[in-house]
């Protein structure tokens, strides 16, 4: 399978283990929309289980796992396997969440397995050193967000946007840059742009806000605006 290919500035919309089932498949059609009537990437993560429908119905987002495992078809009762997420149709993963950390021999070696099977690899970086080193492995996005700012709706400022971006760019100019930890309105969404991510998205800032339709629309908007005032090659 051959890697989908990520334009920027991109979108993730990662609700975690906040929605599942029926409201989760509302805020993926939702996103879908967007989607198209905006021409921008957009990964959307979803639980294993869910992830088929969301396939299947929003032809427009990139279906991405939470997470995935580097073993190899056979024994591994209870472990996630590549092979299967890339026969459901799934695009893209999520690797070393601040929630879920992988150690240092299994993150590389699930990078690998990822390559061999086309799977977009975004992996999790807690600090500028962390960034760094984790670009070392040549995944194809690194989300730079501190973990002691997820789910606060405090935003990094603008010289850590820069400087974890610069430190992963420096070693593997081929990285997308997904700077994401806090952020909650169309304002965030233009900042991290023009601080020079490739991409921005969110989880709380979303599925917890008074109305999760209306802020995609918002963020989505000034995704666009961003796009045009920083993006002239997107």
């Known amino acids: 399978m051959e890697k989908a290919k990520l334009r920027r500035p991109f979108f993730v919309v990662n609700p975690k283990s906040y929605l599942y089932g029926d409201v989760i498949y509302r805020l993926a ?13 957009c990964l959307f993560t979803a639980q294993l289980v869910d992830l088929p429908h969301i396939i ?14 580097s073993l190899k078809p056979g024994r591994g009762m209870g472990h996630i396997l590549p ?23 299994e993150l590389a070696a699930t990078i690998a397995r990822a390559n061999e099977l086309g799977i977009l690899t975004v992996v999790c970086a807690d600090s500028v050193e962390e960034g760094k080193w984790i670009a070392g492995l040549k995944p194809d996005v690194i989300v730079c967000e501190l973990t002691s700012l997820i789910g606060t709706g405090t935003v990094a400022g603008e010289d850590y946007m820069r400087a974890s971006t610069e430190a992963v760019k420096a070693v593997s100019p081929d990285t997308l840059v ?6 909650h309105s169309g304002q965030n969404v233009y900042d991290a742009i023009k601080y ?11 599925v917890a806000a008074d109305d999760p339709f209306a802020t995609l629309d918002e963020m989505f908007a000034a995704l666009d605006k961003a796009r045009t005032d920083f993006c002239k090659e997107a």
Do not use: R
């Open 178 to 183: 997904l700077q994401a930890a806090g952020i």
């Open 56 to 69: 299947a119905t929003c032809p427009h987002l990139v279906p991405c796992a939470q997470n995935m495992e």
């Open 196 to 206: 020079g991510a490739d991409g921005t998205g969110g989880t709380s800032g979303i």
């Open 29 to 41: 059609k939702k996103t879908d929309k967007l989607c198209e009537q905006y021409d921008f990437d």
């Open 83 to 105: 092979e299967a997420l890339a026969a459901a149709g799934v695009k893209a993963t999520f690797l070393n969440h601040a929630e879920n950390p992988a150690t240092a021999h």
